[in-house]
T-cell receptor, first 113, second 110 residues
């Protein structure tokens, strides 16, 4: 079984552009989580989605950031009008049920010029 | 406020030198505690889940234990390939939120 797949692995954007990060969960997992990681910092929760629904977005900035997990296709984390401070590694994780261990992808490293 | 604190931040050991990593937490309503290993440029790799005080889990040279306030990851006779950042995460509260510690960077010298 394939694990969590994230693409692209590296993404470079100029200030003001849009960044779109994709995540395909483990087959059979319907719970998806997005995290942001800065150097020397822990993983910070951003958003938790279940198919077609946002369950918890308390960790996501109110502006410019959005996430979706459609019925078909990968989960998408979208950052509009990117700024330098958005540079980070963004990780996606999935689980079969909310209480079970989350399995992570290898992340997307976003760099803003 | 719910918190997860890992210590030490970094640890250098000689190959074969056993030690322990600490994860202390203050949360209301612990649902589970998770240990992950993260290699540079990679995502966290799941190691263990612990659910209640007194529980222990083992895998190769690693053993995880849990009390009401902290968890330890014991590493016995480590090898250079055990070098990585070890992350602790706690799931707690009615919303099952998961909170990660900042990790311990472990370096095993040959």
């Amino acid at each position: 079984n394939a694990g969590v797949m994230q693409n692209p692995r590296h993404l470079v954007r100029r200030r003001g552009q849009e960044a779109r990060l994709r995540c395909s969960p483990v087959k059979g997992h319907s719970h998806v989580y997005w995290y942001r990681q800065l150097p020397e910092e822990g993983l910070k929760f951003m958003v938790y989605l279940q198919k077609e629904n946002i369950i918890d977005e308390s960790g996501m900035p109110k502006e410019r950031f959005s996430a979706e997990f459609p019925k078909e296709g990968p989960s998408i984390l979208r950052i509009q009008q990117v700024v330098r401070g958005d540079s980070a590694a963004y990780f996606c994780a999935s689980s079969q049920h909310p209480g079970q261990p989350q399995h992570f992808g290898d992340g997307t490293r976003l760099s803003i010029l | 406020e719910d918190q997860v604190t890992q210590s030490p931040e970094a640890l250098r050991l000689q190959e074969g030198e056993s030690s322990s990593l600490n994860c202390s937490y203050t949360v209301s309503g612990l649902r589970g505690l998770f240990w992950y290993r993260q290699d540079p440029g990679k995502g966290p790799e799941f190691l263990f889940t612990l659910y209640s005080a007194g529980e222990e889990k083992e895998k190769e040279r690693l053993k995880a234990t849990l009390t009401k306030k902290e968890s330890f990851l014991h590493i016995t006779a480590p090898k250079p390939e055990d070098s990585a950042t070890y992350l602790c995460a706690v799931q707690a509260g009615r919303d099952d939120k998961i909170i990660f510690g900042k990790g311990t960077r472990l370096h095993i010298l040959p």
